[in-house]
């Protein structure tokens, strides 16, 4: 293994430098590891805290040869590059965790849903569009409402369109862009869950609590551990459908199973993710080994953490970027919600602050899932604003019209 010739520690590259990476590299500190990552801006979250920082972009092979060289691993912390650059780095020798195999199933839907349908795994009905009249076509068999995706490319609710009626205009024009399509069913649901794993080149894996997901306008909003009110049975399921993609798919690193619960209480498999994620990051405070220690152990092939959470209930909720600039900066925010919520963790990812933009999150711990969650949204409501919600009082530390009630 090659290692540091100062520190002789491992060092893991990571693609990519934004929050995922940056806390990751947290996680390596605290291992004795070094990790250098590929930042296409030096103002990304990760470049601006990590010491071993490349400039350059995944779709520039000769950057990341340069980038790669020395790495005891080389690791993503977002899925877009090129299956060609990922199968030079391997023709040449690099330890790649995921393979490019595994990876593939995350950059293109469609491979995934083939892959995952002759797996027997439960899915939406699909189907390839080439032409905007096959999305109607679909929907005559299938009914309307239907979701159309981008089959490469899309994250974030990017990508994804909500079609309640024929749209060939729009249709067309994503295929004249060279956009290539899927259509899906739409799913009636109860509830997205999200079922994280971790899968070693040894084979070990480790598996955390499923959780809920609480999305708006596409977008991640709250993270529930574990999911509140599943069946045993059920998040046991979810468990054992991503251990078994993981293995099948020859993952190696972090899996991410992004589920829908139907109406039925059936599990619709969504979209995979091979690196660490969004609905992991409650596992900092809430689990004995972080979503990021555990990737790294996992991609340097070493011996799984335990994943055992530390509290009964735990709530991570994403700190949004306001409509309107907030008055306070967001030191002062950080600053007064501390004298409030003196529990609350907080995580900022030094980006510039626009709309919707994850800019950090904060997660609270509790025995308590309703009061937890309560907790949560009001620290992240009042980091994305600077405002306390319409009632509440940050005096008494209730809405007030519970305290005309009392």
């Known amino acids: 293994m090659d290692a540091s010739p100062v520190a002789r520690r491992p060092i893991v590259g990571m693609v990519g430098a934004g929050q995922l990476a940056r806390m990751t590299h947290q996680a390596a500190i605290a291992l004795g590891q070094s990790l250098r990552v590929l930042a296409a801006d030096p103002a990304d979250p990760a470049a601006l805290v990590c010491a071993d920082v490349h400039a350059g972009v995944p779709t520039d092979l000769p950057a ?10 080389v690791t993503f912390d977002h899925e877009q590059v090129p299956q060609e650059n990922l199968r030079a780095l391997v023709d040449a020798g690099v330890p790649v965790h995921p393979g490019p195999d595994a990876l593939l199933h995350a950059q293109d839907k469609l491979v995934m849903r083939r892959r995952l349908a002759g797996l027997g795994l439960v899915g939406p009905a699909f189907s390839e569009v080439h032409q905007p009249g096959e999305v109607a076509a679909f929907a005559a068999e299938h009914g309307w409402p239907v979701v159309l995706k981008a089959a490469r490319g899309g994250y974030d609710g990017r990508g994804v369109w909500l079609l309640r009626g024929p ?13 290539p399509l899927l259509v899906e069913e739409a799913v009636p649901m109860r509830r997205e869950l999200a079922a994280l794993v971790a899968r070693s080149p040894f084979g070990q894996a480790a598996a955390w609590p499923v959780v809920e997901t609480v999305q708006e306008d596409g977008q991640c909003v709250q993270v529930l551990a574990p999911a509140p009110g599943l069946d045993d049975a059920v998040a046991a399921q979810a468990q054992e ?19 829908f619960e139907r109406t039925d209480g059936a599990l619709v498999v969504n979209e995979l993710a091979m690196r660490p994620h969004n609905s992991g990051h409650w596992t900092i ?5 972080s979503q990021f220690e555990q990737h790294l152990r996992a991609v340097l092939d070493y011996p799984l953490g335990t994943t055992t959470p530390t509290a009964p209930a735990v709530v991570m909720a994403n700190v949004l970027g306001a409509a309107r600039s907030p008055a306070m900066s967001m030191d002062e925010r950080v600053h007064h919600l501390f004298a409030r919520f003196p529990d609350v963790k907080v995580h900022l990812y030094g980006k510039a602050e626009r709309p919707a933009r994850k800019v950090g999150h904060v997660t609270v711990l509790g025995d308590d899932m309703a009061a937890v969650r309560s907790r949560a949204a009001l620290a992240a409501a009042w980091l994305s604003t600077g405002e306390w919600p319409d009632g509440w009082s940050p005096h008494t530390g209730t809405y007030e019209r519970e305290v005309q009630r009392a």
């Open 285 to 289: 405070e809430g689990s004995r080994t």
């Open 64 to 73: 990341l040869r340069a980038f790669a060289r020395g790495c005891s691993a």
């Open 241 to 259: 459908m991503a251990l078994r993609i993981a293995a099948e798919l020859g993952v190696t690193g972090l899996l991410a199973v992004e589920l």
């Open 167 to 179: 749209e060939p205009d729009l249709v067309a024009e994503l295929l004249a862009a060279g956009t």
